[in-house]
């Protein structure tokens, strides 16, 4: 049974840094691309980064490209996401997600608001 279960979400005033974890199992995890994508009020689901299975490869939408950085640790079965410079507009609800052949697999969920 393949399982992601996302934490490191939270309240942040703007400018501020969260740094979020998704931990898999039920997979070789080491074998898959990881992305991440976000759900904000009354917007679709969007990616916000993806990370090749050495790491090397990574790739940002637009709207974080410079601020935010993903990552992955194999042996942990990790991926995680650095979000620096947090603006109101990163609010949403953060997912992780791969994909074993054609079936898509997304964690619960956390909640990122930024406010001051």
């Known amino acids: 049974q393949v399982q992601l279960v996302e934490s490191g979400g939270g309240l942040v005033q703007p400018g501020g840094s969260l740094r979020l974890s998704c931990v898999v199992s039920g997979l070789t995890f080491s074998s898959y691309i990881m992305k991440w994508y976000r759900r904000a009020p009354g917007k679709e689901r969007e990616v916000v980064a993806s990370?090749?299975?050495?790491?090397?490869?990574?790739m940002y939408s637009d709207s974080v490209e410079g601020r935010f950085t993903i990552s992955r640790d194999n042996a942990k079965k990790t991926v995680y996401l650095q979000m620096n410079d947090l603006k109101a507009d990163d609010t949403a609800v953060y997912y992780c997600?791969?994909?074993?052949?054609?079936?898509?697999?997304w964690g619960q969920g956390t909640q990122v608001t930024v406010s001051s």
């Open positions: 990370i090749g299975v050495t790491g090397s490869n990574t």
């Open positions: 997600n791969t994909r074993m052949a054609w079936t898509e697999y």
